[in-house]
């Protein structure tokens, strides 16, 4: 456990995917770091949705994201290429993207 007023060194490393059911379709938000394993745990979520729904129509809100590793950009550009709504993502995130070969539309 760690001493009070420390944080502990695994909590910068979550990302937290809390999905909202909407009458439009699915929206995934994202808050943390898209790195290492929490990729696989992304690209799990995508996959077990496409396996319910032949047709989702799938959102993913990438405001509180704070980084993406190559290999999250690479999944985040590849949903992207199968018709998932990459939304709200920072000046950072685009710019990584737009160098990595993709460009999000964010809405505010």
């Not at 590793?69 to 550009?77: E, H, K, Q, V, Y």
């Amino acid at each position: 456990m760690a001493p009070s007023g420390q944080a502990r060194a695994f909590d910068d490393a979550v990302l937290r995917i809390t999905p909202n059911e909407k009458p439009t379709g699915l929206e995934l938000m994202l808050e943390g770091r898209l790195e290492g394993p929490w990729v696989e745990v992304l690209r799990k979520t995508w996959t077990d949705t496409l396996e319910r729904d032949k047709q989702p129509h799938i959102l993913v809100d990438l405001g509180s994201v704070t980084f993406a590793d190559p290999s999250g950009r690479a999944l985040l550009r590849n949903m992207q290429d199968h018709g998932v709504g990459l939304i709200k993502a920072s000046l950072f995130l685009r710019e990584m993207l737009k160098l990595d070969g993709s460009s999000p539309k964010s809405k505010s």
